[in-house]
């Protein structure tokens, strides 16, 4: 599963010039209307690297069923995608259709340069995925795929401690619990692993009952009851049923080093290592990752929108549509592995859910039922997210204390924020 999934929160769109969705051109009428043929353009970043032949089968199986469209792709690298897209939307050069993730899709939306879907089967996509791209009760984004954060396990371990095995309605408590029985820092065996990091933190405030911002994120609200659990849930595991940043957490691969050689009994990591960690000596599985107040699982994706200046509107968006909901399209990626479909057919779906190991692949998608939301921190992202990081390593290594470095976090990322 590809990493670029994750939600960046990429700055380059934030300064999209206010004018490029005022002067959006009447849509005229598309092949799908009349005998005119008419030519759709494609901006993407998701098939560079290695797919671009898989989104060119897409593009021919969807030619020969709209014969009057034409599908024109242009792909970039993702490193420089954004730029160029930024670039292109300032001067009003933008594609008809092209590609965003859950991190740009927001600043793009609000900069008036995306037309509105209409009717969509809504009931084609995984619901929690689609959400991420509806704004006022309006559809302006096409989840193309996504990718999520589980909990992977040792069932060899689970067996050897006489524990039942994880479940979906497993609690932060449950975990925990299972963690201390699991733990045998003697022997180099680790109960758990969860990184202490910013896109764990915004997720497990939100398992506590909080959020990291305000509803109308302008300001934090994590320096709260369930910001502080969040942050004693995560960094309190360092150095006790987790190894520390001194045993070499954090390092590369470290985390899947341990759990590949059977010293680590829970993992809370992404799909996208599924196929990294494969075929192991002993059994394993995994689960939706226990929540406290609520479950709430990190979720990054992928989607297509439709310019408001689209000259064929109603071709851009059947094309949007064939994209992300096809069966072709399904059977393309599941087949190349190229990340996952935001579809509900599960029936479609059936290829990939019959895969083993894991068996209990459903855990991918049950997890969409509560996608936990991820906070928008503007053109000082990563900025936020660094300081974010080193207040929890903080906590975590026994410099500060929740109180303490809480309250001086909140502070901090609020003078951060636009």
């Not at 045998?184 to 969860?194: C, L």
């Not at 985390?255 to 192991?280: E, P, Q, R, Y």
């Not at 209990?360 to 939301?373: K, P, Q, Y």
Request: glycine share 8%.
């Amino acid at each position: 599963m590809n990493s670029r999934l994750i939600a960046t929160g990429t700055v380059a769109v934030v300064a999209l010039i206010g004018a490029t969705g005022c002067s959006a051109a009447s849509p005229t009428q598309s092949a799908a209307e009349g005998d005119e043929k008419v030519t759709v353009t494609y901006a993407n970043f998701t098939s560079n690297g290695g797919n671009e032949e898989n989104l060119q089968t897409i593009v021919e199986a969807f030619e020969e069923e709209n014969p009057g469209i034409t599908v024109e792709v242009t792909t970039t690298d993702y490193a420089n995608y954004f730029t160029q897209l930024q670039t292109d939307l300032s001067a009003g050069t933008q594609a008809d259709v092209f590609d965003v993730d859950a991190g740009t899709f927001a600043n793009i939306q609000a900069s008036g340069v995306l037309a509105p879907l209409e009717g969509v089967d809504t009931s084609a996509y995984r619901q929690g995925v689609l959400d991420t791209y509806a704004v006022g009760g309006a559809q302006y984004g096409l989840p193309t795929s996504f990718s999520n954060v589980v909990l992977f396990y040792n069932k060899e371990l689970f067996d050897a401690a006489g524990l039942d095995y994880p479940t979906a309605e497993w609690t932060w408590e449950d975990e925990r619990a299972a963690a201390e029985k699991l733990t045998d820092a003697g022997n180099g065996v680790w109960g758990d692993y969860q990184p202490i990091s910013f896109h764990e933190y915004y997720k497990t405030v939100q398992q506590a009952g909080g959020s990291f911002l305000t509803e109308d994120n302008s300001a934090t609200a994590f320096d709260s009851a369930a910001g502080r659990s969040a942050a004693e849930w995560l960094a309190g595991k360092s150095g006790t049923v987790m190894p520390s940043a001194a045993d070499g957490a954090g390092t590369a691969d470290f985390d899947t080093n341990l759990f590949k050689d059977g010293k680590l009994a829970m993992w809370h990591t992404g799909i996208w290592m599924i196929g990294l960690v494969g075929d192991l000596p002993f059994e394993w599985d995994i689960a939706v990752e226990p929540g406290d107040a609520q479950k709430a699982s990190a979720t990054f994706s992928n989607a297509v929108v439709v310019s408001a200046d689209a000259e064929h509107q109603e071709a851009a968006q059947k094309w949007a549509q064939f994209l992300t909901s096809s069966e072709t399209m399904v059977d393309v990626r599941l087949e190349a592995g190229w990340e996952l479909p935001a579809v509900s057919d599960e029936a479609l779906l059936a290829p990939y859910l019959d895969q083993t190991p894991p068996a209990n692949r459903i855990a991918v998608f049950d997890s969409l039922d509560s996608v936990a939301v991820a906070p928008e921190l503007g053109a000082n992202a990563t900025q936020i997210q660094d300081v974010v990081n080193n207040a929890l390593g903080e906590i975590a290594a026994g410099r500060a204390t929740v109180d303490e470095a809480i309250s001086a976090l909140a502070a901090d990322v609020d003078n951060l924020l636009p």
